[in-house]
């Protein structure tokens, strides 16, 4: 199902942008990514986005949405062939957006300042806060899943994306401190699940590199190391 | 649609506008439904149940089974009784709606309730914030009776703190943010919002709730 009429405002090391591709993909859908490098933003993402400037955008006949959650729904409800990214039931749709949110609350939160932390005590608590957050996840997924691959069942779905957006910059964490946060000991159906859905052709050949975005985080630390000691 | 052996209930606390807005859209869509009030303070083991992650309110509890966070609430409204509906049929214009929902909590309302709290050294800038906050809204309101056009919708719902707490909280901090001269339309939106006679019923006492904010900043 091709479609000529749709641009992607993304970046290669965005977990966001990365959930509109899945999204995208999910659906067979074509469309044109537009790499922005954020520095400086171009024109477009500015007239697009003028509330908050930032990726991911899409462009649908020269609409924008933004948002990251806002457009994976919009998707969903715009394509509707298989596979369904929500599911159909009105209480199961509200455990996806429900858990999706708590990703972007108590998940994406820590990962962030444990990025920029370089206090050990900081780095600690905020470790802390991403197992308890993996608990729940594991949790919830198992709920969820009723013993099928994906938070969504048989398919991905919206919480799986949410989540799934992640593992890469998750693995740059864990190697830049040596340390596992998603241990298969631990989390054994996440473990698994992270597999399967690094593996599932809508995902496959889209994750970034863990190398690259490791040295993109390096440099990324660093510019903000100088921008702190300016500050000051 | 809802039957007769449905059981609805909300845990809220009636100063909360994250609360006042799961009575507001039960209360458009005419659900029947049980409240009950929770004092956070002292939680109640239901609450404590039904909402394990959080420990907050607003919780919706439908045949037994909760739902928390007032944004996946309302869209749970939306899904389980369809008239009345506070979304849009075109898919562009409720991802618009959304949108906004998530930019209220994200943006809109953080910067108007730092400036209403914020102290002197930050006030200022706050205030700056809160202003271009309120600027942001009022251009997506456009020359719309209500953000859902001419019927409440959901944006409307999620802007019951600027609809009407924004006005009670800027009285006791004593600042001039809302007001029908900075912001005609929004004003404008503000009366016509706190008048809908669904929402006038649904919302909490002016005078109780400028007492209990009043008593919070005194603190």
Redesign the interface.
């Given at each position: 199902m091709a479609q000529t009429d749709l641009k992607l405002l993304g970046g290669w090391f965005s977990p966001f942008a990365l959930r509109v591709q899945i999204a995208l993909n999910l659906k067979g859908l074509d469309y044109e990514l537009i790499e922005e490098t954020l520095n400086p933003k171009s024109d477009l993402l500015l007239q697009s986005n003028p509330?908050?400037n930032k990726i991911p955008v899409l462009l649908?006949a020269d609409?924008p949405?933004?948002?990251s959650?806002?457009?994976v729904?919009?998707i969903d409800?715009?394509w509707t062939n298989a596979p369904s990214i929500l599911p159909s039931n009105?209480?199961d749709?509200?455990n996806a957006?429900?858990w999706s949110?708590?990703i972007d609350d108590k998940w994406f939160t820590p990962m962030k300042s444990l990025l920029m932390a370089e206090d050990d005590e900081a780095k600690k608590a905020l470790f802390g806060q991403m197992e308890e957050a993996l608990e729940?996840m594991e949790d919830a997924f198992n709920k969820a899943s009723e013993g099928k691959p994906f938070f969504g069942g048989d398919t991905i779905g919206l919480i799986d994306i949410a989540f799934g957006s992640f593992l890469s910059w998750l693995s740059v964490i864990e190697e830049m401190n040596g340390r596992k946060v998603l241990d298969v000991a631990k989390n054994p159906a996440l473990a698994q699940w992270a597999e399967t859905f690094a593996a599932d052709p809508a995902v496959k050949g889209i994750l970034p590199e863990t190398l690259k975005l490791l040295e993109f985080a390096n440099a990324l630390k660093l510019k903000w190391a100088a921008e702190a000691a300016k500050a000051k | 649609m809802g039957s007769e052996d449905e059981e609805v209930k909300l845990l809220g606390k009636w100063a909360s506008p994250f609360s006042n807005r799961v009575d507001l859209a039960l209360k458009i869509k005419g659900v029947p439904y049980k409240y009950s009030e929770e004092n956070l303070a002292n939680k109640s083991v239901e609450l404590l149940n039904y909402n394990p992650v959080y420990k907050k309110v607003p919780v919706l509890v439908h045949n037994g089974n909760p739902v928390s966070e007032s944004l996946v609430i309302l869209e749970y409204i939306e899904d389980t009784w369809e008239n009345n509906p506070l979304l849009p049929q075109d898919p562009y214009e409720r991802a618009l709606a959304r949108f906004w929902s998530k930019t209220l909590d994200d943006k809109i309302l953080p910067a108007i309730w730092n400036a209403c709290w914020s102290d002197e050294k930050g006030r200022e800038k706050a205030v700056e914030e809160a202003l271009e906050a309120l600027k942001i809204f009022q251009d997506a309101l456009k020359d719309k009776r209500y953000f859902g056009g001419e019927t409440i919708g959901l944006v409307d719902i999620v802007a019951n703190f600027i609809g009407y707490w924004v006005a009670i909280l800027q009285e006791i901090a004593g600042l001039e943010l809302l007001t029908i001269e900075k912001f005609p339309k929004l004003y404008k939106w503000s009366q016509e919002f706190v008048n809908h006679p669904v929402i006038k019923e649904g919302l909490p006492p002016r005078d109780e709730l400028f007492a209990f904010f009043k008593a919070s900043a005194s603190k």
């Open positions: 509330v908050y649908h609409k949405i933004c948002e959650a806002v457009i729904e919009y409800e715009t009105a209480y749709r509200a957006r429900f949110t708590y729940r | -």
